[in-house]
């Protein structure tokens, strides 16, 4: 046996000795295993095992009816730099992206335990998802909510009980989100301020700086699509005036600055679970408090001010479990475990999901460097992007997209300016970047089922659209007309 055959035979000893391995790998796409360890390879070759879906006897194609294949690459023959290029080819030959196929088993599994059991409610799995968040976050503390409106709503209410904020008093935000953001400081009868956007439309520091005023107590921070943006500067902003931080972390489940989950930085980070988000349930998230009694405190109001939760009375021993006090009056904004089940069962497979979204991120981007009238949204340095979103701006949007529903393809726009909508219109034209952003960005399709080849029809559509616009126009970005330019 040459080292490579000695190798294989190793590996295959190890799935014989590991029971339960394969079925394992087979739920992950892609992996490579170094050969460094075995003692015939060195450090000379790389197993990949990829899991390729097959068509099933209706011609649907699953991953249940695919198949695992091994790939074995001598890197001592193969150059180190040959090997992206060839696993790039293997994934660009799949056709459909196998990942979610799974995903309806496992949840339904989840689920049925609780309906086993008879607990959908608070308690049970919604504390095993805490965990679970925690564990992989590094964050100290977690609460689920039935909604990161919820959360955000109870981060600016705590807040500001413990720092004795005032009604009217101002809280920093950006313009370019989604309306939660900003609703829950009115919530809490406190003033938005608007400060304008950067290139990653995340909030720009110097703004933000220029917005501060004697009765600014906050900050929130979007991190846009999943993006960092200069979230680090206005960490530093923030200490330097003595200012609170919440992070609107809504797109951001996965996201790492310099290796690190984001969240630690500020004063508490909300996460969306919401259905269309990249780590899905249907309607819930996560508010995750730095200061420990903030984290006790939170847990009362998402259940009424009550002191105990039902499960934890159900489960305690002696009489008396009926007796709990109200401490305060509060909300109903706890999360359940019909919802915490379907976000362990997300949450597995979060770290896969946000890599192929980064395959794909990269995919539009190889096509669309080619055009100059596309601008990329770039993603901040050191940002590992949960890339929530795929975000361009370009001339004449809402066109763009109306063409591009007539190729059957249906992009989003994350988000229109705030300020724009009758209720924030005290701060129209506050906010130049955003405005002009706001008129101008497509979040192009992002999502699991989404093939090399889906991409490739994308962006085919898009780029003529694009074109043809150019070729038509003459060149004038205010053109309205589709036919030829005199
Ligand atoms: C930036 C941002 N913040 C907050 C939210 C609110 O999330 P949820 O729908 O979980 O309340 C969203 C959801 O779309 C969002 O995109």
Request: aromatic letters at 10%; a neutral charge; charged letters at 25%.
């Amino acid at each position: 046996m040459n080292p490579l055959e000695e190798m294989r035979a190793a590996f295959n000893d190890l799935l014989k000795a590991n029971p339960g391995l394969e079925e394992r790998l087979q739920k992950m796409p892609l992996r490579v295993f170094s050969g460094r360890n075995h003692p015939s390879a060195g450090a000379q070759a790389v197993f990949l095992c990829y899991r390729l879906p097959g068509p099933d006897a209706n011609g649907n194609w699953s991953l249940e009816a695919g198949s695992t294949k091994w790939f074995l690459y001598d890197l001592s023959r193969q150059s180190i730099e040959a090997e992206p290029q060839r696993i790039d080819q293997i994934i660009r030959s799949t056709p459909e992206t196998p990942r979610r196929l799974v995903l309806p088993r496992e949840t339904l599994a989840e689920i049925r335990q609780c309906l086993e059991i008879g607990w959908t409610g608070l308690g049970y799995k919604t504390v095993s998802f805490e965990e679970a968040w925690k564990n992989y976050t590094g964050l100290p503390h977690a609460h689920f909510v039935n909604s990161a409106t919820a959360g955000l709503h109870l981060a600016v209410r705590l807040l500001k009980e413990a720092r004795n904020w005032q009604d009217g008093d101002e809280i920093i935000t950006t313009p370019l989100t989604f309306v939660s953001t900003n609703h829950v400081i009115l919530y809490e009868r406190m003033r938005p301020v608007f400060a304008d956007v950067d290139e990653y439309l995340c909030l720009d520091p110097a703004s933000v700086e220029s917005r501060i005023g004697t009765r600014t107590r906050a900050v929130i921070f979007v991190g846009m699509g999943g993006n960092a943006g200069r979230l680090a500067d206005i960490v530093d902003l923030c200490r330097r005036h003595g200012l609170a931080l919440i992070l609107d972390a809504a797109h951001m489940a996965g996201t790492r600055v310099n290796g690190h989950h984001v969240g630690t930085e500020s004063d508490v980070a909300v996460f969306s679970f919401q259905a269309v988000k990249n780590l899905p349930t249907a309607d819930s998230g996560m508010v995750c408090f730095q200061d420990a009694d903030l984290d006790q405190a939170v847990r009362k109001w998402t259940w009424l001010g009550i002191d105990k939760d039902t499960f934890s009375r159900t489960h305690s021993k002696g009489s008396y479990k009926w007796h709990y006090d109200v401490v305060h009056d509060g909300f109903k904004y706890h999360g359940n475990s019909i919802m915490a089940a379907m976000g362990l069962v997300s949450l597995r497979y979060l770290e896969q999901d946000n890599a192929y979204r980064r395959q794909i991120a990269a995919w539009y981007d190889e096509r669309l460097s080619e055009e100059e009238r596309v601008s990329r949204v770039p993603v901040a340095p050191g940002c590992l992007s949960s890339r929530h979103l795929y975000q361009v701006l370009v001339d004449n949007r809402d066109e763009v997209i109306l063409a591009l529903n007539e190729s059957k393809i249906y992009p989003g726009v994350h988000y229109r300016d705030n300020t724009l909508y009758r209720m924030y219109r005290y701060a129209r034209g506050t906010c130049p970047n955003a405005m002009s952003a706001g008129g101008r960005i497509i979040s192009l399709p992002v999502h699991l089922r989404l093939s090399y080849a889906d991409v490739q029809r994308v962006c085919d559509a898009f780029l003529e659209i694009v074109r043809r616009r150019r070729t038509f126009a003459g060149g004038n970005d205010h053109a309205e007309s589709d036919g030829p330019a005199h």
